[in-house]
């Protein structure tokens, strides 16, 4: 079992920026990817960012690629987004995600999810 804590997450104008963190705990030692995903209201969940644990891949939603940086800190069990450049259309809830497959992390079929952090960005 593993569960995850994100933070960082407020409210920005556009054009600013803000730094997401995900800290794991618990069983972290066969962790294969590490995902955030977001959510506005009335629309469907949407996959930001994921990075592999094993050799540092990642992959991006074409929505924020060149705005949105995804690193981990394996010694600290967390995985950062960066989100710079951000627009009004960024404004959801986003969730960290993690599963130790990485079948499971290709397919997109994570067990893990954290309880969100809260994302607004003003015009």
């Known amino acids: 079992q593993v569960q995850l804590v994100e933070s960082g997450g407020g409210s920005v104008q556009a054009g600013g920026s803000l730094r997401l963190s995900c800290v794991a705990f618990?069983?972290?030692?066969?962790?294969?990817?590490m995902s955030w995903f977001r959510q506005a209201p009335g629309k469907e969940r949407e996959g930001v960012a994921t990075i592999y644990t094993g050799g540092d891949s990642t992959f991006y939603a074409d929505s924020v690629k060149g705005r949105f940086t995804i690193s981990q800190d394996n010694a600290k069990n967390t995985v950062y987004l960066q989100m710079n450049s951000l627009k009004p259309e960024d404004t959801a809830m986003y969730y960290c995600a993690t599963e130790f497959s990485v079948v499971r992390c290709r397919d997109g079929e994570y067990n893990y999810w954290g309880q969100g952090t809260q994302v607004t960005v003003s015009s």
């Open positions: 618990g069983y972290t030692y066969s962790i294969a990817c």
